[in-house]
């Protein structure tokens, strides 16, 4: 099941579906008589493509996602917590690379946000989470090599490297923690659903969002009135995590 929801999930992303539309606008305008058709699916992915592309209904329903549990700036709601749980976001191992590179952006992003809130809480220890989805490199374990680098002593490092998805990480994490008080730490459009999995597990972990991607009172600029595909990408984010709950639900997860 795992496998087939990597394979069919992309054809529902925004990009991808531009692509298929594109292709049958093409197919009915050069290949059959139905030239109407053809120009109505062709335009229709055009003006939905620009649509997006300006981000004016996604930012604002991204923010909405990311906004649902407040940051975590202060001590005040984690004072009896003792792991700092992170949740991988992926990993490519490179020797000729530095070990900040190996790491994709959301994993380092996640790192230095659990790093920061193990430096609040003394006595806390790390919990790295994230497997090999496919290869051999495990996020956990590239995560823990920057967090070494970065300082953190070994004994407060704990990894969970067996994950294959967050389902996996919120069973597998239940048994490192017990009844414990913890923090979870993970980009902000995903702890919607992170936080649904791991309370499946009955675990009620103390949110930590970071990766915002939209951000308060945003100045215009010149940019701002060109198309752009950060804003395509926004919507890839608000499609996958909606697949990823609804797949959650039908597969009673959450």
């Not at 996996?168 to 979870?184: H, N, Q």
């Not at 919607?192 to 969002?209: E, T």
Request: aromatic letters at 10%; proline letters at 5%; glycine letters at 8%.
């Amino acid at each position: 099941m795992f496998l087939l929801k990597k394979i069919v999930s992309p054809f529902f992303f925004p990009l991808s579906l531009f692509l298929i539309l594109l292709l049958l606008g093409l197919i009915f305008l050069w290949f059959t008589r139905k030239q109407k058709t053809g120009k109505i699916i062709l335009s229709f992915c055009v003006l939905s493509f620009i649509f997006l592309s300006y981000g004016l209904i996604t930012k604002n329903l991204l923010y909405s996602l990311e906004r649902k549990y407040p940051s975590i700036l202060n001590t005040d709601r984690i004072t009896g917590a003792r792991f700092i749980v992170v949740l991988g976001g992926g990993a490519s191992f490179d020797p000729d690379i530095p070990t900040s590179s190996q790491l994709a952006g959301e994993s380092l992003q996640r790192l230095v946000e659990g790093i920061r809130l193990y430096n609040l809480l003394p006595g806390s220890r790390l919990i790295l989470s994230g497997g090999a989805a496919f290869g051999n490199t495990t996020s956990a374990e590239v995560m823990k090599k920057m967090a070494l680098e970065l300082g953190v002593p070994e004994k407060d490092i704990l990894i969970e490297p067996g994950s294959r998805d967050t389902k996996d990480e919120a069973r597998l994490i239940k048994d490192m923690v017990g009844d414990e008080a913890f923090v979870l730490v993970t980009s902000a459009y995903h702890m919607k659903r992170s936080i649904a999995l791991f309370n499946k597990h009955g675990m009620d972990p103390v949110p930590a969002p970071t990766v915002h991607y939209i951000k308060k009172r945003q100045s215009l600029s010149p940019g701002s009135f060109f198309p752009s595909y950060s804003n395509i990408k926004y919507a890839d984010i608000i499609v996958r995590e909606k697949l990823g709950i609804t797949w959650a639900k039908l597969r009673g997860q959450i």
